[in-house]
């Protein structure tokens, strides 16, 4: 976890406040909508879409990947019909995700200049009820593990909300090209004993919450184009 863990959380104004519980009820909606949220709490995670036997074990970047020893976790990916130097720019401009990406209220780098190994940045998105957690906005701390340009980014950190907290999420993403545009593959751990104390639930919210950025990204680059997709 970075040593700089936020001790608390600050007071959002009541538009905000708002704001996040709409974006919590969403996120909520798209669960129930897939069959992923039960009411009893007894949920499964939605397959991801992991395609095919390109997929041969963890998604690592520069050697490192997510962490072996978590309960909850998720992949998946999607193919993007737009330029590499497009998808990857829009997914490490991370101040700007919350122009493009529903669930982000709020992100702020830590430090100046492109995204690098030892960024950090802080972000905040909603989390829905469950029948262990309320419903909260995260602060998330992140900080960039490893990246290298076109190709990978990891970062780890904690997601702090009133009443619920992970003590470690750890986050991989890849970009391949591929005929016709770039394959986007990503993975993704939780670690802590409130998430782990009802692990199909954490990992259908964690599921949920990944295949909706993909999705994001792939019309927000697509939208973008820029240029031939090879």
Same mark, same amino acid.
Request: proline content about 11%.
């Given at each position: ?10 007071? #959002? ?30 949920? #499964?995670?939605?397959?991801? @879409? ?15 990947? $997510?962490?072996? /020893?978590?309960?909850?976790?998720? @992949? ?11 998808? +990857? ?31 950090? +940045? ?7 009820? /469950? ?21 990978? $980014? ?9 009443g619920l907290r992970i003590d470690e999420g750890v986050h991989v993403w890849t970009f391949t090209k591929v005929e016709g545009g770039v394959r986007v593959q990503t993975e993704e751990t939780w670690t802590g004993a409130q998430v782990e104390a009802d692990v199909p639930t954490a990992t259908a919210i964690l599921g949920a919450g990944l295949e909706q950025w993909l999705r994001e990204l792939k019309a927000t680059a697509e939208a973008r184009g820029g240029g031939p997709c090879a």
């Open positions: 976890m970075p040593s700089n863990s936020p001790s608390a959380l600050p007071v #959002q104004p009541p538009r905000r406040q708002s704001r996040a519980r709409l974006r919590a009820g969403a996120i909520t909606a798209s669960l129930a909508a897939v069959g992923i949220l039960a009411g009893t709490g007894s949920a #499964q995670a939605a397959p991801a @879409r992991t395609g095919a036997a390109h997929h041969t074990g963890p998604l690592r970047c520069q050697g490192k990947g $997510v962490d072996p /020893t978590a309960l909850i976790r998720y @992949r998946s990916d999607i193919v993007i019909k737009a330029p590499l130097r497009t998808v +990857f720019a829009l997914q490490t401009d991370v101040e700007r995700w919350p122009s493009w990406q529903a669930p982000v209220l709020s992100a702020k780098r830590l430090d100046s200049g492109p995204l690098r190994k030892g960024s950090q +940045f802080r972000w905040t998105t909603p989390a829905p009820a /469950t029948p262990t957690t309320p419903d909260t906005t995260l602060e998330i701390t992140s900080t960039v593990r490893q990246l290298r340009p076109g190709d990978c $980014v990891r970062w780890s950190g904690p997601a702090i909300g009133d």
